[in-house]
């Protein structure tokens, strides 16, 4: 008790003292508090030891020993110096001197951490305001004892209020080995956004030399930023593309990136390329609420991914790309504009295609666009009697070629009642579909068709739900039939129609037939799906195949494993048309995936073509905590050809990772003579320094 008492008798009297003292400089932010176990002071001097704690600014600093003189304003700290700011960054040193004035610190021997883990140790240091010069320095966010990384200079400057960094003559060091050096660098030690050059990405390749590409980055504002990305290929190319990225409201953001890529001659003539050029635009943009206070409960979203390019290299050759796009030879572009409330959606979608494997696409099928207005499934007052109702307009649009315009009206009405107890329900519903096509450009037969027909159908369906002590079992079962109505064909019937004009609508008529559809689902307790299976099979009874395509869907996940098939068989040529295969084990530690994906266009029984018959496999190990080895293959079976693999590890700790590995890839590209595809052999290396920079190659 004794001792509390004189320790805030002794603080009152120092801060009384020294807040008199400093009120000539700035009476508030200068104000410093002295408690101590020992104290002497006098009208100009204050001398403090023994568990010393300074209150001064916005930190707190302890240390054995302290001396204010009044005179030359100037507070000394000396022994086991400890000082923890405002935004958690925590000092050590063994000797400070703090100029009250003008606010200049000089430190000895001092020791700093900030609040992502950053630390820097310095023989020499001063600091005035929130700016601090080091002289010979070592800085790391690895571990104190024997870090796994480090960079050492011979001076810098750091700024603790905005953290930033510059530093002169930089060498980093692994472990104790030095493996790189840079005369300047300047860094920000948070995540924040800053202008200057990040860090190079550069690869190599037999085929196209030494890569190397230099990202600038310019941090305009808070909302936007513009990264220019100029690169070399040594045996190549030499181009350039630059991004925008931009968020205009709290509810939509998007990038804008445009780019050009120019070989060298002896390049272009050595692969026969058709382009020497490769360039292109691309537009990513994504808005919930475009607009703000609509009427009627109305909202709206817009939602745009846009490419046009003259080649697929323009992708190929970007070291950094839009996940978006791939690097597939058919690129498509998407604008979708949409309203909704309740009761309504509106919307317009379009949809431009570029295949870059052909040297024009004056001739290829593009949607611009397609309008839609539908109104959502509901009930005639309180009548049994539901509804919905869609009207969509189409405009099939091409340069070179046939083009077609279609309106589509849809109105179906159903009524519904439970039988047997609710355990099953009955409903007979009625469609009403009409349809007028104008077709534009065809060489023969009719510029205009019209379709109007209605049809019948009837359902018997059931949606059970039974508990048991482990799971929960869901059978939806369902029953249905369906007759075409009066139809209504204009000028011709379809079928007379000429073969360019059935070609841009490939109509299906509702036909009679017979409906039989199955699902039931398997969840325990948490409701987690265990198992699923759904399945439908359509009988036709006027044709001539009366079955047609049988569907099946199955998955089944117990703890770390998952399987999953979906089929497609034809009756009429007993043969499946689709098949895809997963499974997966994951763990903690090990992961293995595989797949398997077929698929074939039956044009008659004897000619087919198959479009996809691959296998897939993906593996990871985690040997430890630290290390990870991982790998893969896609393989194609008709072709017996390994059209991708990859083989890598990684390393990574809190301060630091890398990532190694090797990969074969078959990439499309256009030549003189048309089509082809490279196999590019490529190696990647990346080593990260966190939170400062990632350094190495890109994939």
């Given at each position: 008790?004794?001792?509390?008492?004189?320790?805030?008798?002794?603080?009152?009297?120092?801060?009384?003292?020294?807040?008199?003292?400093?009120?000539?400089?700035?009476?508030?932010?200068n104000?410093?508090?002295?408690?101590?176990?020992?104290?002497?002071?006098?009208?100009?001097?204050?001398?403090?030891n023994?568990?010393?704690?300074v209150?001064?600014?916005n930190?707190?600093?302890?240390?054995?020993q302290?001396?204010?003189?009044?005179?030359?304003n100037?507070l000394?700290?000396?022994?086991?110096i400890?000082?923890i700011?405002?935004?958690?960054?925590k000092?050590?040193?063994?000797?400070?001197?703090?100029n009250?004035?003008?606010?200049?610190?000089?430190?000895?021997?001092?020791?700093l951490?900030?609040e992502?883990?950053?630390?820097?140790?310095?023989?020499?240091?001063?600091?005035?305001?929130?700016?601090?010069?080091?002289?010979?320095?070592?800085?790391?966010?690895?571990?104190?004892?024997?870090?796994?990384?480090k960079?050492?200079?011979?001076?810098?400057?750091?700024?603790?209020?905005?953290?930033?960094?510059?530093?002169?003559?930089?060498?980093l060091?692994?472990?104790d080995t030095?493996?790189f050096?840079?005369?300047?660098l300047?860094?920000?030690?948070?995540?924040?956004?800053?202008s200057?050059?990040?860090f190079?990405?550069?690869?190599?390749?037999?085929?196209?030399?030494?890569?190397?590409?230099?990202?600038?980055?310019?941090?305009?504002?808070?909302?936007?930023?513009?990264?220019?990305?100029?690169?070399?290929?040594?045996?190549?190319?030499i181009?350039?593309?630059?991004?925008?990225?931009?968020?205009?409201?709290?509810?939509?953001?998007?990038?804008?990136?445009?780019?050009?890529?120019?070989?060298?001659?002896?390049?272009?003539?050595?692969?026969?390329?058709?382009?020497?050029d490769?360039?292109?635009?691309?537009?990513?943009?994504?808005?919930?609420?475009l607009?703000?206070?609509?009427?009627?409960g109305?909202?709206?979203?817009?939602?745009?991914?846009?490419?046009?390019?003259?080649?697929?290299?323009?992708?190929?050759?970007?070291?950094?790309?839009?996940?978006?796009f791939?690097?597939?030879?058919f690129?498509e572009?998407?604008?979708?504009?949409?309203?909704?409330n309740?009761?309504?959606?509106?919307?317009?979608?379009?949809?431009?295609?570029?295949?870059?494997?052909?040297?024009?696409?004056?001739?290829t099928?593009?949607?611009?666009?397609?309008?839609?207005?539908?109104?959502?499934?509901?009930?005639?007052?309180?009548?049994?009697?539901?509804?919905n109702?869609?009207?969509?307009?189409?405009?099939?649009?091409?340069?070179?070629?046939?083009?077609?315009?279609?309106?589509?009206?849809?109105?179906?009405?159903?009524?519904?009642?439970?039988?047997?107890?609710?355990?099953?329900r009955?409903?007979f519903?009625?469609?009403?579909?009409?349809?007028?096509?104008?077709?534009?450009?065809?060489?023969?037969?009719?510029?205009?068709?019209?379709?109007?027909?209605?049809?019948?159908?009837?359902?018997l369906?059931?949606?059970?739900?039974?508990s048991?002590n482990d799971?929960i079992?869901?059978?939806?079962p369902?029953?249905?039939?369906?007759?075409?109505?009066?139809?209504?064909?204009?000028?011709v019937?379809?079928?007379?129609?000429?073969i360019?004009?059935q070609?841009?609508?490939a109509m299906?008529?509702p036909?009679?037939?017979?409906q039989?559809?199955?699902?039931?689902?398997?969840?325990?307790?948490?409701?987690?799906?265990n198992?699923?299976?759904?399945?439908?099979q359509?009988?036709?009874?006027k044709?001539?195949?009366?079955?047609?395509?049988?569907?099946?869907?199955i998955?089944?996940?117990?703890?770390?494993?998952?399987?999953?098939?979906?089929?497609l068989?034809?009756?009429e040529?007993?043969?499946?048309r689709?098949?895809?295969?997963?499974?997966?084990?994951?763990?903690?530690?090990?992961?293995?995936?595989?797949?398997?994906?077929?698929?074939?266009d039956?044009?008659?029984?004897?000619?087919e073509?198959?479009?996809?018959?691959?296998l897939?496999?993906?593996i990871g190990?985690?040997?430890?905590?630290?290390?990870k080895?991982?790998?893969?293959?896609?393989?194609?079976l008709d072709n017996e050809?390994?059209?991708?693999?990859?083989?890598?590890?990684?390393?990574?700790?809190?301060?630091?990772?890398?990532s190694?590995?090797?990969?074969?890839?078959a990439t499309?590209?256009l030549?003189?003579?048309?089509?082809s595809?490279?196999?590019s052999?490529?190696?990647?290396?990346?080593?990260?320094?966190?939170?400062?920079?990632t350094l190495g190659?890109?994939?």
């Amino acid at each position: 008790m004794q001792w509390q008492w004189m320790l805030k008798k002794v603080s009152v009297a120092a801060s009384m003292a020294l807040m008199m003292q400093a009120g000539y400089a700035d009476e508030l932010s200068n104000n410093i508090e002295l408690i101590a176990k020992g104290i002497n002071a006098t009208t100009t001097t204050a001398t403090a030891n023994d568990d010393v704690l300074v209150f001064y600014q916005n930190s707190i600093l302890r240390s054995d020993q302290a001396w204010f003189d009044k005179n030359t304003n100037i507070l000394t700290l000396d022994g086991n110096i400890e000082s923890i700011g405002y935004k958690q960054t925590k000092e050590q040193s063994d000797h400070m001197t703090i100029n009250i004035a003008n606010k200049a610190t000089e430190f000895d021997n001092l020791f700093l951490i900030n609040e992502n883990n950053i630390w820097l140790y310095t023989n020499d240091a001063t600091k005035k305001d929130d700016i601090y010069a080091l002289g010979n320095t070592l800085i790391s966010s690895c571990s104190l004892e024997k870090p796994l990384w480090k960079i050492v200079f011979d001076r810098s400057s750091y700024d603790d209020k905005d953290n930033y960094m510059e530093i002169y003559g930089a060498k980093l060091y692994m472990w104790d080995t030095p493996v790189f050096y840079l005369p300047y660098l300047g860094f920000t030690t948070n995540r924040e956004r800053r202008s200057g050059l990040l860090f190079p990405r550069f690869g190599f390749s037999g085929d196209e030399g030494f890569v190397y590409e230099q990202p600038i980055f310019l941090a305009f504002a808070p909302n936007w930023d513009i990264e220019f990305n100029p690169q070399i290929r040594t045996k190549r190319s030499i181009g350039a593309y630059a991004t925008l990225r931009f968020a205009d409201s709290a509810d939509s953001s998007g990038e804008f990136r445009i780019g050009n890529f120019r070989d060298f001659d002896d390049y272009k003539n050595s692969h026969d390329l058709k382009y020497q050029d490769h360039y292109g635009i691309e537009l990513l943009y994504n808005s919930s609420k475009l607009f703000n206070d609509l009427p009627w409960g109305l909202e709206d979203g817009l939602f745009i991914n846009g490419i046009y390019l003259n080649d697929i290299d323009y992708i190929n050759l970007q070291k950094s790309k839009f996940s978006h796009f791939g690097v597939a030879s058919f690129q498509e572009s998407r604008l979708n504009y949409f309203l909704h409330n309740e009761e309504y959606y509106a919307g317009i979608n379009a949809k431009y295609f570029i295949d870059t494997l052909k040297t024009s696409n004056t001739d290829t099928l593009q949607i611009l666009p397609t309008v839609q207005f539908h109104k959502y499934y509901n009930s005639i007052g309180s009548l049994p009697i539901y509804y919905n109702a869609d009207i969509l307009l189409n405009n099939y649009y091409r340069s070179s070629g046939s083009t077609l315009q279609q309106s589509e009206f849809r109105l179906p009405l159903e009524w519904s009642v439970p039988i047997w107890n609710d355990y099953l329900r009955f409903s007979f519903s009625e469609e009403l579909y009409a349809s007028k096509m104008l077709f534009d450009n065809v060489m023969a037969g009719e510029d205009n068709f019209t379709f109007a027909t209605n049809a019948h159908k009837v359902k018997l369906h059931s949606d059970l739900t039974k508990s048991y002590n482990d799971f929960i079992h869901v059978m939806q079962p369902s029953l249905s039939y369906s007759q075409l109505g009066r139809t209504y064909e204009s000028p011709v019937a379809f079928d007379l129609l000429g073969i360019e004009q059935q070609k841009l609508f490939a109509m299906e008529l509702p036909q009679e037939q017979y409906q039989f559809a199955f699902s039931q689902y398997f969840y325990d307790n948490e409701m987690n799906l265990n198992f699923s299976q759904r399945l439908s099979q359509p009988y036709y009874p006027k044709k001539v195949y009366n079955w047609g395509d049988l569907y099946h869907e199955i998955e089944w996940n117990y703890e770390d494993i998952q399987f999953s098939n979906i089929f497609l068989f034809s009756h009429e040529f007993e043969k499946f048309r689709s098949i895809f295969t997963g499974a997966s084990w994951v763990r903690d530690d090990f992961s293995i995936a595989m797949s398997h994906a077929y698929k074939k266009d039956f044009q008659d029984e004897i000619n087919e073509i198959a479009v996809a018959n691959n296998l897939n496999l993906d593996i990871g190990y985690q040997i430890n905590q630290n290390v990870k080895v991982y790998g893969g293959v896609s393989y194609e079976l008709d072709n017996e050809y390994s059209k991708y693999w990859h083989l890598g590890s990684s390393y990574s700790q809190e301060c630091f990772a890398v990532s190694v590995s090797l990969s074969k890839n078959a990439t499309p590209m256009l030549t003189q003579s048309g089509p082809s595809y490279n196999d590019s052999l490529s190696a990647y290396i990346q080593l990260k320094f966190i939170p400062f920079a990632t350094l190495g190659t890109s994939r």
